[in-house]
Structure formats: C-alpha cells, structure tokens
C-alpha cells in the first residue's frame, strides 16, 4: 500500500544524497518476520501500530514516529454491479468477498475490528472467497472481477480508482490507522 509513495521518497533521497534505497514490500506481519529472522535492515514501516509494537517487543526498534495515516474504505468493481450500498451489505448471502489476512497485513487486523464494532463479521465471513496477503492483491482480485468487494486502504482504493468505486464506511464503526515508521537496531 505504500510502494508508489516510498519509490517516489527513495527517489528523492537518491536524488540528494546519492544513496540508493532498497525496499522490501509485502506485508506487515510478513515483513516483521522477515526482520526478526534476518536482523537485517535499516527502518520497518508496516501499515498499523500493532506491528511496529510487535517489533518494539522483539527488541528491534531503536526509535520511532508517525508517518502518515491510512483510512479503510470498502472498494467494489467499478460500476458496483452488485449494488453494494453500505458496510453491512458485505453480509448479503451470494456475494464473494476478499480479505486482508489479519496474520500478515495491517488492513486485516483493521478490517475484523471494523466488522466486530459493526457487528456483523460472523456473517461476512461467511462470504469471504479469498484473503490476501498483500494488500496490491485485493485491488488486484477487484480488476480481475474475482470478488465482489474488499477494505482496502483509502490509498491502495485511490491507486486504482481506474478499477474500483469506493463507499465510505461509517465513522461510528471505521478507524483511521496509524502508519509508523521505525529505526531499527540492526
């Protein structure tokens, strides 16, 4: 979710200092085990808080701030052929829904506090056809039309406003994620 911004940043350094930058996309769970067996690095930026608290945990983080923020939408193929209105229309039986797998991306995690605070997650993951890994592979599953809906980050859903439409969840149940960013020890 955040690779065109971060390529662009890497640039941009490349640019000044003449220091290529080397990133390692994927996600967050997956990149912190990654970092854990590895030690190798220079900063972990995941897309929530959790994962930069699971690092802080495993002694890996020497420093860290507040990079940006990522706000959950729900995206649907563009045109909405399924007619989806709102957040609780996921729980509609027929439809096929892609999810972030909450042990290895951010927007997982995010997503199943969401569905809890609206109390419906039970019946929505009765529809649930795939869970991603990465959260390019939901907006991916939306253009090939191999699900009807996802959450996606506003961010992930702005990259591909050409494939997807986007309906905002409800404050009263949605969560703007902190992005960290992390120095490492190593």
Known sequence: GLKEAMDAVGEAYRRKT??????AYGGAGTLLAQLAFSKVGD??????LFYLQQAEQRGLILD????CYFVPVLAVQKGNPKGLQSL??????????????????AIGLTTQRIL???????????????????????????????ID???????????N???????????????????PIGVLRC
């Open 116 to 146: 809890d605070r609206a109390g419906i997650r039970e019946e929505v993951e009765k529809n649930v056809v795939f869970r991603a890994g990465c959260i390019p592979e939901l907006a991916n599953a939306l253009k090939l039309k191999t």
């Open 64 to 67: 860290k701030r507040i990079a």
């Open 43 to 48: 900063l972990y930026m995941p897309g929530e």
């Open 18 to 23: 003449g220091v290529r930058v080397d990133f």
């Open 88 to 105: 609780s229309d996921l729980a509609r039986p027929g439809l096929e829904i892609g999810l972030g797998d909450p042990q290895s991306l």
């Open 149 to 159: 809906a996802a959450i996606l980050w506003d961010m992930t859903a702005f990259q």
């Open 161 to 179: 406003r050409e494939d997807v439409d986007v309906i905002e969840i409800p404050k009263q149940w949605n969560e703007v994620a902190v992005v």
